[in-house]
Nanobody, 114 residues
């Protein structure tokens, strides 16, 4: 059983940056494909970025060039560096671990507003 805890969310002005972190415990972190999802009010949860257990990455079009996903297997952690944030990035961001079984963190709120 894997437990995930996100941190790093908050309130930021448009154009600002935030770095989200997700730390895992209870499993072999290095085997999991790790992802960041987000859910805005009234919308479905969407996949934002993924990093495979081999380090390959992929992003949705709306964040390409602005967001960077990375992982540190030694620290059982995955990160999402978010630059040039826009109001439409406002959402609860969730960390996901997937390797057959799937696990979720409780989420962290990101609000982009002036």
């Amino acid at each position: 059983q894997v437990q995930l805890v996100e941190s790093g969310g908050g309130l930021v002005e448009p154009g600002g940056s935030l770095r989200l972190s997700c730390t895992a415990s209870g499993g072999a972190f290095n085997i999991y494909h790790m992802s960041w999802y987000r859910q805005a009010p009234g919308k479905q949860r969407e996949l934002v970025a993924v990093i495979t257990n081999r380090g390959s990455t992929n992003y949705i079009d709306s964040v390409k060039g602005r967001f960077t996903i990375s992982r540190d297997n030694a620290k059982n952690s995955v990160y999402l560096q978010m630059n040039n944030l826009k109001p439409e990035d406002t959402a609860v961001y969730y960390c996901n671990a997937d390797y057959g079984s799937e696990y979720w963190g409780p989420g962290t709120q990101v609000t982009v507003s002036s």
